[in-house]
């Protein structure tokens, strides 16, 4: 009887997908002609030079994959009633929500409610029981994940949170598995994020997987936001053309910010009763580096390398140091309090505010329409437009040591990856992010420009030596950055290569 019920829900759950793919729209294969900007006759118009569709065109559009057909493809297994254990959270702080766990049922919220039929469907192949233990943030749920690992407990399969305050501390300790040795997990796979492995892997070892996995993957990345009234009443428009042409650059961006802050209290003085052309947060100079195609590090043979003292680094340096310095192209509240930007924008004082995807939703009830652009390129020379994905956004997966099937765990996680590809993911991106915050169909291209140029940087999310935290408190001082490392080099290597050790030690 317990078999019939299961295979009549499983049933039930194929249909509430069929009937709600039509609405979710799969993202983009990073491995695709969209993400590598090869695109082929065929790829635009099938055989129609031969008068109409061949057979292959309509096999391809068979066999295009859905997440039945994808959780089909993975390997079978059977794990009696097993309750899978997740720890994890559903906030980033007290006033954004980063949902990673569904409710016990469906709510008519598009993210909650494909987190929910993931699980269904995976509870459903593998006979297990999917169990969330939720935390306030990321910081208890790392206390807890530290206290059970030490204490020899195996009391989570997995948690999944911040990369900054979950997997920095819980990696450096040694105390999670690398990702590189894990059963029955497929890097190569397009639901894991080959940025995260190209720019977070130490000496082959990977603790940064992040993915499809969680539904803060699509809004991880840094952005720009845009107020349309403002740009409609000085004339300006719209950089949607000026980003397609390739021709998005920091003059390109200043060229606008310079001529649209204004003293509009009369004050002699820009403050925060102003308008501005472009307002910024605390890690802006550091985002806006990394989208000029440079970071404070690199991966070299295998292992991070400081990338300062290069000409491209200094001369893009310099001019984020002469910008910040000046006002009237970049305003940063002194005293910078967290979401400071929000209301200048929301209140039409900031032609732009730059941010981390994410934070849009902080704009649902905004009156002026906004758009979004991909930050700029340091000149039209940079082949493409570069996107940080800032480590207190991004969340990735934690298996402890402690763990006793990785074989089981890995088979999990693989599914829910690769499922949440097809369900989740697409309900964040394509619904969330790029319909019901971003306010036109050209954001929608932008979101998808911004996504495919994703990077990550080692140096922010260990800061070895205050190398990330010196950057940004340096340059928003219109200071020398190259002068300031110089001085804290030294400690910045020790405090480098004692990451590199502690990664190549483990086992």
């Known amino acids: ?23 979710c729209k799969t993202p983009a294969d990073e491995n695709s002609s969209k993400a590598t900007g090869d695109v ?66 469906e709510t008519g919220d598009i993210v909650n409610d494909a987190l929910f039929r993931r699980d269904k469907l995976i509870e459903e192949k593998y006979n297990i029981e999917i169990e969330y233990t939720l935390f306030a943030d990321a910081n208890p749920l790392y206390q807890s994940c530290k206290k059970s690992i030490a204490a020899g ?35 190569t796979k397009e639901w894991w994020s080959k940025y995260a492995i190209r720019d977070l892997t130490i000496d082959g070892r990977f603790f940064f997987a992040t993915g499809d996995i969680t539904a803060r993957y699509p809004g991880s990345q840094y952005i720009m936001l845009f107020n349309k009234k403002l740009f409609s009443d000085m004339g300006f428009e719209y950089p949607y053309q000026t980003v397609r042409d390739g021709n998005w650059t920091l003059d390109a961006l200043f060229n606008i910010t310079k001529n649209s802050t204004r003293d509009i209290n009369g004050d002699g003085a820009i403050d925060n009763s102003d308008l501005f052309g472009l307002v910024v ?5 550091f985002c806006f580096l990394q989208a000029s195609g440079e970071g404070l590090t690199k991966i070299v043979d295998g292992n991070p390398v400081f990338n300062v003292k290069n000409d491209r680094t200094i001369a893009i340096m310099d001019k984020l140091s002469a910008a910040w310095s000046d006002p009237y192209y970049i305003y940063y509240p002194k005293n910078y309090q967290t979401y400071d930007e929000v209301p200048i924008f929301k209140e039409d004082r900031a032609l732009f505010a730059a941010m981390t995807g994410t934070n849009t939703s902080l704009f649902k ?22 996107s940080y994905c800032q480590p207190y956004g991004s969340a990735s997966v934690c298996v402890p040591i402690t763990n006793k099937n990785l074989e089981r765990t890995g088979m ?16 964040a991106y394509d619904v969330t992010l790029k319909t019901k915050y971003a306010r036109d169909a050209e954001s929608e291209e932008m979101f998808d420009i911004i996504c495919e140029g994703s990077t990550y940087d080692f140096a922010f999310i260990y800061d070895w ?8 408190s340096t340059i928003a001082k219109g200071d020398s950055y190259l002068t300031k490392f ?14 590199i050790n502690v990664f190549a030690s483990v086992e």
């Open 1 to 23: 009887m317990k078999k019939i019920t299961r295979i009549i829900s499983f049933l039930l759950i194929i249909t509430m997908l069929l009937l709600t793919a039509v609405s």
């Open 40 to 105: 082929s006759d065929k790829d635009i118009s099938g055989d129609e030079q031969n008068g109409g569709n061949s057979d292959e065109q309509q096999q391809d559009e068979e066999v295009k994959p859905d997440v039945l057909s994808i959780l089909a493809s993975l390997p079978d297994a059977d794990y009696e009633a097993y309750i899978f254990k997740i720890w994890t959270s559903n906030h980033f702080n007290t006033t954004l929500e980063g949902r990673q766990a569904p409710d016990e049922q």
């Open 153 to 187: 407990d195996d009391s989570f399969d997995y948690a999944m949170d911040k990369m900054m305050d979950l997997t920095k501390p819980l990696s450096q300790a040694g105390q999670i598995v690398d990702f590189n040795r894990m059963p029955n997990v497929d890097l």
């Open 281 to 285: 947060e605390t890690m802006a100079p």
């Open 365 to 386: 009830d905004m009156e002026s329409d906004f758009g979004v652009v991909p930050l700029p390129k340091y000149d039209e020379n940079q082949p493409e437009y570069y």
């Open 412 to 427: 999990i996680i693989e599914a829910m990856a690769a499922s949440g590809r097809y369900t989740s993911t697409p309900a």
């Open 465 to 472: 030596g205050q190398s990330y935290s010196s950057f940004v």
């Open 486 to 499: 110089e001085s804290i080099e030294g400690k910045a290597q020790a405090a480098m290569e004692k990451t």
